[in-house]
């Protein structure tokens, strides 16, 4: 008699079919917006450093990237970002030092000063990329706009989609997104199989990626030789660099705290986005042109001039990025840490290679990102992920799965670059 009541074996594929299916339209909606705000604000971005790096100072007749103009256009960003923190309705959103990847939906009245601040900061040379206040901004108008157009849906499903679809617009896949996901997503028990839950946010990521793919057509790659045959020489150099590099970020990681105490001191955001702004300029003055910006072009000069760098100015360029990023994240520029981290972990790795030439650049490069980004964001797999579609070579991924093990051990439990609300360092 037991059998007469033993459920039908198409039964649960059928009720998760109906539960899924409509879950696809406003997957695809949040997915595309997502990343058409992305594009938006990336090109206003790039039309905008344009007239402040070139147009201007041609004008003038000042160097694009002297060391003056480098001082002035950053404390003048400063000031500019300054104001918007300080008079525009919101405050651009809260202090960006205690804020990581997504959140708590903010008010849509912060949106707009929120993304001003961004765009001017990614202009003006601001070492800071635009993922977090991108993804901030996408989460708070999905989540409002969801809420009034389908009240029943839980808000943590907006989120969601405006998370996953953003992700997968920045990097230009949905991967990215999925394995971003994962890690939360598996951390909730009993809420039923992975790829449910998993469904609906990658529908926003394709439609994301896709968008982004078919309007811009990122890339990732970054020139680097590419790795054939690995031998037992590549998985040593992956295991031994990518847990220096570790060290390494978990430098910005030690300091962020003390720095962003001292320009929490100040109090106000006209004393201390102007007096970040200088000091950027200052560091920028002493690094070069290549360190300013959110650094994923800079990367890629980077990479192609491999071979022609002294390892002197690529240690120059390393610790210049670095500085300059826990400087533009203490002071309270708005703007993300994941593509700063990719320079610094490039410069990093290009020092090893021009110290041990044996090295082969693919691996120097993807095992050093590879170990700052763990440092820096805690992400495991979006760590991963960014050092082997660097190297866009498929022989690199089984190194870096191996690099992975000892850099973690190394940065589990130490300070992250993020603090609590009250200004200490995340563990």
Not at 120 to 126: D, P, Q, R, T
Not at 375 to 404: D, E, K, N
Request: hydrophobic residues 55%; contains cysteine.
């Amino acid at each position: 008699m037991a059998t007469d009541h033993a459920p039908s074996p198409a039964a649960p594929v059928e009720a998760s079919a109906r539960l899924l299916l409509p879950q696809i339209l406003p997957a695809l909606l949040v997915g595309v917006g997502a990343s058409l705000l992305f594009l938006g604000i990336s090109t206003l971005a790039e039309e905008f450093q344009h007239v402040l790096w070139n147009d201007l100072p041609d004008a003038l007749g000042i160097g694009n990237y002297s060391s003056l103009w480098m001082i002035i256009m950053l404390t003048a960003t400063g000031v500019a970002v300054g104001l918007v923190i300080w008079k525009v309705p919101g405050h651009a959103g809260p202090d960006p030092a205690s804020e990581g990847l997504g959140g708590a939906p903010l008010a849509p009245g912060v949106v707009p000063g929120l993304l001003v601040a961004s765009t001017l900061s990614l202009a003006g040379g601001v070492s800071l990329g635009p993922e977090n206040p991108i993804i901030a901004a996408n989460i708070a108008l999905a989540f409002w706009l969801g809420s009034k157009v389908a009240p029943v849906v839980p808000g943590a499903a907006w989120v969601a989609l405006a998370s996953a679809g953003t992700i997968g617009a920045l990097f230009g896949t949905p991967v990215a997104a999925a394995l971003v996901l994962s890690e939360a997503l598996t951390a909730q028990p009993g809420r039923g199989s992975l790829w449910d839950r998993l469904f609906a946010p990658l529908v926003a990521a394709g439609a994301g990626a896709t968008t982004t793919q078919l309007l811009a057509e990122p890339s990732f790659d970054v020139g680097l030789p590419p790795l054939t045959d690995p031998g037992y020489g590549d998985l040593l150099a992956a295991l031994v660099i990518a847990s220096a590099a570790a060290v390494f970020g978990l430098g910005s990681c030690y300091l962020f705290p003390h720095v962003h105490a001292a320009f929490r001191r100040l109090r106000h955001p006209m004393l201390m986005l102007p007096l970040g702004g200088l000091l950027l300029g200052l560091l920028g003055a002493l690094g070069g042109h290549l360190t300013l910006f959110k650094g994923l072009a800079e990367t890629k000069d980077l990479a192609a001039g491999v071979g022609g760098w002294s390892s002197g100015e690529l240690a120059k360029f390393a610790v210049v990025k670095l500085l300059a990023l826990v400087v533009a994240a203490s002071c309270g520029f708005r703007g993300g840490r994941i593509f700063p981290a990719v320079f610094i972990g490039a410069a990093f790795g290009l020092f090893v290679q021009a110290l041990v030439p044996e090295v082969h650049p693919a691996v120097a490069v993807s095992s050093a990102v590879l170990g700052v980004l763990l440092a820096t964001t805690r992400q495991g797999w979006i760590s991963l992920f960014t050092g082997a579609v660097l190297a866009s070579s498929p022989a690199m991924l089984a190194l870096l799965c191996l690099a992975s093990l000892p850099a973690w051990l190394i940065v589990t439990g130490r300070p992250q670059l993020e603090l609590d609300h009250q200004g200490k360092a995340l563990r």
